[in-house]
T-cell receptor
Framework: GAGVSQSPSNKVTEKGKDVELRCDPISGHTALYWYRQRLGQGLEFLIYFQGNSAPDKSGLPSDRFSAERTGESVSTLTIQRTQQEDSAVYLC???????????FGPGTRLTVT | QKEVEQNSGPLSVPEGAIASLNCTYSDRVSQSFFWYRQYSGKSPELIMSIYSNGDKEDGRFTAQLNKASQYVSLLIRDSQPSDSATYLCAVKGDTGGFKTIFGAGTRLFVKA
């Protein structure tokens, strides 16, 4: 079946612009996660959605970052007023339920110039 | 602060040898444990999940879990150059919103 998909695969933006990243989870997966991975670094948790529960936003680095998810479908991660330190690969993952393994999408590489 | 610790490596093993990757975690109530492989420039790929103490084997891979020691390991038998990658240990508890904590990863090089 189809895996997690993300769009765009690459995004180059100017400092100060807003960007929106999209994630389509595996069908039927109730949990969805966003991570950030800077070059040569580990995964940094950003936000987690589980069904209709309130999301866990504890990893969002600033109020410039926000994310939405409609039901158990698509999620969007929005970064407002981008800064150069936002340059990274943004990874989305989904899992069947919260205890189970996560499957990652290919990521969106964001470059802020 | 929940933590997952891995040796950063690099770990270098000859082709055909056994590679042993280790991970310790701080949260005693952790319930789910995962190993991912990440090739350079790619996203993490699930290798194994393990939920109970003991060994779990899948092909050339064996995951070992010891909850009393808060330790999980991954053994790769008959290592191949294509196994060269960064291996991420991930731990999920049943508190704190089921957030998964990832280790920083161990870089493995398999020499032909």
């Amino acid at each position: 079946g189809a895996g997690v998909s993300q769009s765009p695969s690459n995004k180059v933006t100017e400092k100060g612009k807003d960007v929106e990243l999209r994630c389509d989870p595996i069908s039927g997966h109730t949990a969805l996660y966003w991570y950030r991975q800077r070059l040569g670094q580990g995964l940094e948790f950003l936000i987690y959605f589980q069904g209709n529960s309130a999301p866990d936003k504890s990893g969002l680095p600033s109020d410039r970052f926000s994310a939405e998810r409609t039901g158990e479908s698509v999620s969007t991660l929005t970064i407002q007023r981008t800064q150069q330190e936002d340059s990274a690969v943004y990874l989305c993952a989904s899992s069947l339920q919260e205890y189970y393994e996560q499957y990652f999408g290919p990521g969106t590489r964001l470059t802020v110039t | 602060q929940k933590e997952v610790e891995q040796n950063s490596g690099p770990l270098s093993v000859p082709e055909g040898a056994i590679a042993s990757l280790n991970c310790t975690y701080s949260d005693r109530v952790s319930q789910s444990f995962f190993w991912y492989r990440q090739y350079s420039g790619k996203s993490p790929e699930l290798i194994m999940s393990i939920y109970s103490n003991g060994d779990k084997e899948d092909g050339r891979f064996t995951a070992q879990l010891n909850k009393a020691s808060q330790y999980v390991s991954l053994l790769i038998r008959d290592s191949q150059p294509s196994d060269s990658a960064t291996y991420l240990c991930a731990v999920k508890g049943d508190t704190g919103g089921f957030k998964t904590i990832f280790g920083a990863g161990t870089r493995l090089f398999v020499k032909a």
